[in-house]
């Protein structure tokens, strides 16, 4: 039974294959299209999907779409009549990728795809409530949904038990903690569905003194969790802004200018609207539990990629266990929906073992030695090839050296994380790694944090933290006998003027809050990762690493061989491991820019 799932035309495009119930494969389009945050239709993610299992679209029995095309265009219709004659430009600019495109979807998977057989729906958040429940490790959970929009819904609890999933309650557009933080996203001078991360690592360096405005002026908050915005600070409604006047005006300034500098009053609101997120996630968690009665928490949409949130849930104790969707966003939903199908639509039993069945999030594509050799070989790229014992000692003398390396091995992520298969690593000790990865490979905003990928076994030891994260979305403090005692002088300053004070043993992955993105790393999901982990404590006593994704602004993470290869020439790491084999950047010629490379891996 071959069921694929399909997420598209709004932002995060994705494939998900479903075998026999078994998660086969899933990929964003922009890892192929390199077009950050595709939302076009993913022709080259189900080409992968359906390649990875030897299948073609005529095998397919199912396809499934995440979320209704004609329920969203009754928001979109009844939300603009109820604002007209305001809106008008918003709206004329909304409706013809509806016409043309969004109300025909069961049309376009059909053409696209050259498949005739039944193609389901399921609503947004459903889709969101699958992805998180069906591949958790729970036999029953409360499961809860926060993102911008689907279809009416901003956020829902629902209960999972076996193979189903009940929807119990929900809040609806425009009142939406997802759109809250978009709003203040575009306020602070980032990009709307995108940046809302960099929001996130800003909140550390400021003080939440704003944040007695957004309860008392923007928000009506109830005990559940549940609130009412006030659309008159806000502009998503009618127009082609997320913030109005009234907002600006009651934050002392329009919106800052994109790439302009930073001031301690950016820092400030982002501490505020972190506390106010924080606050109604926990309501939303505590009212899940009391709603549903069960000990374990299911999350998934775009907010429960808020890993500072999230790490609250966990430290609060509302439930025994919590487990995240990795892809959390909209790529989720086409795995949410395939899942769905499979277990709720046709009635497949769900067989629990107390592991997730996400297989490390590792669904992508995968180059083996034959492949990247050719590929080097063809285009005259130096390289040294070892074998395995080999490659991890060499790798370990180089990270101890503070070299910066592309690590390039096995099935490429699904989800916005890089778990260690897409990753640039480095040595979490040195206290110019942050500064140095910051500006000189990943050419972004210098007070953003890096993640620590950190042994399984011993996560404990580092950081206030007793559970597994394996996909680095929870966040934890690290131990106070791990922490630097700051000077007189030091403890004095705050803002920015903290980003270069060492706060602990391993600076680069503590934030200026002595909080740090955890992701835990076992041998099974990553066997290779996990090894060089191992070897590089047995070398320095220090189980864990640097992990941040293979990539530089603006792009998305890398996924083929010329991808790696192009970005390890654009930037200033020195070396690039791919599977077995060695680069030196010192050994390599300049880049040519017009190589022909993408063809030695095209996708039938």
């Known amino acids: 039974m071959n069921i694929l799932g399909i997420s598209a035309f709004y932002h995060d495009s994705a494939a998900c294959l479903v075998v026999d119930g078994e998660i086969a494969a899933a990929a964003q389009e922009e890892r192929f299209t390199r077009k950050k945050h595709d939302q076009n239709f993913p022709s080259r993610a189900v080409a992968y999907c359906l390649k990875e299992a030897g299948i073609s679209a005529k095998d397919l029995n199912y396809v499934g779409f995440y979320d209704k095309p004609f329920i969203k265009f009754e928001r979109i219709l009844e939300t603009y009549l109820s604002v007209?004659?305001?809106?008008?430009?918003?709206?004329?600019?909304?409706?013809?990728?509806?016409l043309k495109e969004k109300l025909w979807t069961r049309r376009n998977i059909r053409e696209n795809l050259g498949y005739w057989g039944p193609v389901l729906f399921a609503e947004h958040h459903e889709s969101h409530a699958a992805s998180?429940?069906?591949p958790s490790p729970f036999e029953e959970a409360a499961v809860l949904t926060m993102d911008g929009v689907g279809e009416w819904a901003t956020a829902s609890i629902g209960a999972g038990r076996g193979n189903r999933v009940e929807m119990l309650k929900e809040l609806r557009f425009p009142h939406s903690l997802g759109l809250l933080y978009s709003a203040f996203t575009y306020y602070l001078g980032f990009k709307v569905n995108s940046g809302e991360y960099k929001v996130m690592g800003l909140a550390p360096y400021g003080r939440p003194q704003y944040a007695h405005l957004i309860r008392e002026r923007l928000l009506d908050l109830r005990d559940d969790g549940s609130f009412r915005m006030d659309l008159e600070y806000f502009n998503y409604v009618?127009?082609?802004?997320?913030?109005?006047?009234?907002?600006?005006?009651?934050?002392?300034?329009?919106?800052r200018r994109p790439e302009s500098r930073l001031t301690q009053r950016e820092m400030d609101i982002a501490a505020s609207l972190q506390a106010v997120t924080e606050e109604i996630m926990l309501k939303m968690a505590r009212h899940a539990r009391q709603l549903t009665g069960l000990k374990n928490l299911c999350l998934a949409g775009g907010v429960a990629l808020n890993c500072v949130g999230n790490g609250k849930i966990l430290k609060e104790k509302i439930f025994d266990g919590i487990w995240i969707q990795p892809a959390a966003g909209d790529a989720g939903g086409a795995l949410g929906i395939a899942l769905f199908v499979w277990h709720q639509v046709l009635g497949k039993e769900r067989r629990v073992n107390g592991k997730d069945f996400m297989k490390g999030a590792c669904l992508g594509p995968r180059y083996d030695n034959d492949g990247i050799k050719g590929f080097l070989d063809r285009n005259k790229i130096p390289y040294r090839r070892l074998d395995d014992r080999e490659l991890i000692r060499e790798t370990v003398r180089r990270l101890k050296d503070e070299k910066v390396i592309g690590w390039f091995q096995g099935r490429m992520e699904f989800g916005p994380r890089a778990l260690g298969a897409r990753s640039i690593i480095g040595d979490a000790r040195s206290p110019k790694m942050q500064s140095v990865m910051n500006l000189k490979i990943k050419h972004r905003e210098s007070f953003r944090p890096f993640a620590p990928s950190v042994l399984e076994g011993k996560v404990h030891e580092w950081f206030d933290m007793d559970s597994s994260s394996p996909y680095m979305l929870l966040v934890a403090d690290v131990r106070e006998d791990k922490k630097r005692e700051m000077t007189e002088e030091q403890k004095k300053l705050f803002g920015i003027d903290l980003l270069n004070v060492p706060r602990s043993r391993v600076p680069a992955v503590t934030h200026v809050d002595y909080s740090a993105?955890?992701?835990t790393v076992g041998r099974e999901a990553h066997p290779r990762y996990h090894d060089l982990i191992k070897a590089f404590e047995e070398e320095t006593g220090?189980?864990?690493?640097?992990?941040?994704?293979?990539?530089v602004r603006g792009e998305p993470i890398v996924?083929?061989?010329?991808?790696?290869?192009r970005c390890f020439m654009r930037t200033e790491m020195d070396c690039l491991v791919m599977e077995n084999f060695v680069l030196d950047k010192l050994d390599q010629p300049p880049l040519a820019e017009d190589s022909d490379w993408k063809k030695e891996f095209e996708l039938d």
Do not use: V
């Open 517 to 519: 993105r955890i992701q």
């Open 238 to 255: 009618s127009g082609l802004t997320m913030t109005g006047e009234k907002f600006h005006a009651l934050f002392g300034g329009p919106p």
């Open 542 to 551: 220090c189980p864990l690493l640097i992990n941040t994704s293979f990539n």
């Open 84 to 98: 007209a004659p305001k809106g008008l430009r918003s709206y004329l600019k909304a409706l013809p990728p509806w």
């Open 559 to 565: 996924c083929s061989p010329e991808d790696a290869y």
């Open 132 to 134: 998180a429940f069906f």
